[in-house]
């Protein structure tokens, strides 16, 4: 490279690298600390004006029930292609098990059915792009829980509509294929909570619905599908607009007036999953979350199901008041461990306890191990080319990229357990992967520090 190297794409004399490094780490320093003070700053600002509840209630009963959850089953059609250079790219480029995904809907459906639960929530991204024949085969197989008696509640996930990628595969080649928009999604969902809605919101896909008497789930939908235009990626984050905001409020007053106790559903997270979420991965979270989050518990509501982010993991905020609220986020039926929340409501508590699919389908095969191995796999990916992207060495990449996989795949089972982080020599590294990793230590820090409550199994009293 001549008489010089270069860091971030920036020409050094071989003379000055160290001290050049320095100053970058001076300035890596003072650029974080201002950002962190400007974002501090702007998430505690209200992006909405809210009407927080100040009055008190009277303990709600909550009816005696039972329902299950299941989240993201980004169900892939197998006649869009499953072979092919094309759809091997997109298979690795995510964690999802598309090809299994027939396979492991029907068995939810199976396990569902035999535990005579009353009904089912399913917080978004039921397809894998928003593709029509995903959906319509969605709704076929869903229908089998309504013919044993079992009431489905769904919302969208930012995968659902208008989404810019919806593919079949041949070859190497990716073709368009169609995609549903807002109307079609509650028409081909229409048994599935919108057709037995008693309020639907005129702005979105929101609505309410009672599944048992004095129960009602009030379903939001978050996502920005409108945003979507052809060409570019689907719209990730989740916001609230004024007008959905009003109408929500009205909603939470309505069931405080009339004694209705309330569960929450939507696709974003409302509460951070572990210490770091909201700067590493935003979109993930509802946009303003803590005040949305506050809303919700001023009026106490108890808990709200989300999905999204493919982990497994419930987690507790605490707000002024004494009022608090539990995120109960169900990981993807598509990624390992491909889990079933069931759920009973007695003597006004909410007993939680979880199953994972991914030991249960194809038993006497591989799959739990090829499974594992997938997750692993194509988080390491993802991390390496990150690293790679920083220009982090390609050994010191891999080092990196394995130590935060372990994190990630620990997270996305559940009840972390800290003990098992292994250990990590960061000495080891070069200087700018030294600077780099620390850079993104919260990373690490924060993952393996599982928040409390507890994330499969937990008794909520309501």
């Not at 001290?19 to 209200?46: F, R, T």
């Not at 089972?413 to 780099?436: A, C, M, T, Y």
């Amino acid at each position: 490279m001549g008489t010089g190297t270069k860091l971030f794409g920036v020409k050094m004399k071989r003379k000055s690298v160290a001290s050049k490094i320095l100053y970058l780490v001076g300035a890596i320093v003072i650029v974080g600390l201002l950002y962190n003070l400007v974002s501090s700053y702007q998430e505690n600002q209200p992006k909405l004006q809210y009407v927080f509840n100040q009055n008190g209630r009277e303990q709600i009963v909550y009816p005696d029930s039972s329902f299950a959850v299941i989240s993201d089953l980004h169900y892939y059609d197998p006649s869009l292609g499953t072979t092919g250079p094309a759809f091997e790219a997109c298979l690795y480029s995510d964690r999802k098990l598309l090809r299994d995904g027939p396979d492991l809907l029907k068995l939810t459906i199976d396990e569902i059915i035999k535990s005579k639960v009353d009904f089912v929530l399913i917080p978004g991204d039921l397809s894998k792009d928003g593709e029509l024949v995903c959906h319509q085969k969605v709704a076929e197989e869903l229908a089998k829980l309504t013919q044993n008696g079992i009431k489905v509640y769904v919302i969208p996930g930012n995968h659902d509509i208008n989404n810019p990628l919806a593919y079949q595969y041949q070859g190497d080649q990716t073709i368009p294929v169609a995609a549903i928009n807002a109307e079609q999604f509650a028409d081909i969902y229409k048994d599935y909570g919108y057709a037995s809605a008693i309020y639907r919101d005129s702005d979105s896909l929101s609505y309410v619905a009672e599944p048992v008497n004095n129960l009602w789930i009030i379903a939001l939908d978050v996502c920005r599908y409108r945003e979507n235009v052809p060409g570019k990626e689907e719209t990730i984050g989740g916001r609230l607009t004024q007008s959905q905001e009003k109408w929500l409020e009205s909603m939470l007053a309505k069931a405080n007036a009339s004694g209705k106790a309330v569960l929450f559903m939507e696709h974003h997270g409302v509460v951070e999953h572990w210490t770091g979420q909201s700067k590493l991965h935003p979109d993930y979270l509802l946009e303003d979350y803590k005040n949305f989050g506050r809303l919700l518990a001023s009026y106490h509501v108890p808990v709200v199901f989300t999905g999204h982010y493919h982990a497994q993991d419930i987690t507790l905020a605490q707000f002024d008041g004494g009022h608090q609220l539990y995120d109960i986020e169900t990981g993807s039926l598509l990624t390992d461990p491909c889990p079933i929340r069931f759920c009973a409501i007695a003597d006004n508590k909410l007993e939680i306890t979880s199953k994972k699919l991914v030991g249960e389908l194809h038993p006497g095969t591989d799959f739990k191990k090829n499974a594992d191995q997938f997750l692993f796999d194509t988080i390491e990916r993802e991390a390496y080319d990150t690293l790679r992207g920083y220009h982090v060495p390609e050994k010191d990449a891999h080092t990196i990229a394995n130590f935060v996989t372990a994190g990630f795949v620990a997270h996305y089972q559940g009840d972390e357990d800290i003990s098992e982080k292994p250990g990590f020599d960061e000495s080891r590294l070069g200087l700018l992967s030294r600077v780099v990793y620390s850079t993104q230590k919260y990373v690490v820090d924060g993952i393996w520090q599982d928040l409390p409550p507890a994330d499969n199994h937990l008794t909520i009293a309501l």
